[in-house]
């Protein structure tokens, strides 16, 4: 299944609150995203139905192990890519933004090399 940069927003936001409560619901992920209930409401329909995502009866979002590895993969990227343009100079806000936007396009094979040249530099850091 693939999941598009819209869904991958929504499952990051998703692991995300879950971290800081435990708990989410859909006004949740619609606060943090600043996104209207009725987008929210939708998005988390499609992503229930395509399984990355269960709804419990008192509405809280839980992912799926599918919807989690997703999720943990988006927020991974986010991580890297902040902090990798944090270090080049780029203010926090600006590389934030920046990394919410490569993170869903940059290759596997591109992140990797980005991961390894951050080993790297920690490394060289250390001596």
């Not at 619901?25 to 229930?48: F, M, N």
């Not at 806000?93 to 040249?117: G, K, N, P, W, Y």
Request: glycine share 8%.
């Amino acid at each position: 299944m693939s999941v598009h940069e819209s869904g991958e927003m929504y499952l990051e936001a998703i692991l995300v609150l879950g971290k800081r409560s435990g708990f989410v619901r859909s006004v949740d992920v619609s606060a943090y995203l600043g996104y209207s209930k009725p987008s929210v409401s939708r998005a988390v329909g499609i992503l229930r139905k395509e399984g990355y995502l269960e709804v419990d009866e008192d509405g809280g979002l839980t992912l799926t192990d599918t919807g989690r590895e997703i999720a943990e993969k988006i927020f991974e990227r986010h991580t890297v890519l902040s902090q990798v343009l944090m270090r080049l100079g780029v203010s926090e806000e600006t590389a934030t933004a920046d990394a919410c936007r490569i993170e869903h396009v940059i290759s596997d094979e591109s992140f990797r090399a980005i991961q390894l040249h951050q080993v790297q530099e920690e490394k060289n850091a250390g001596r």
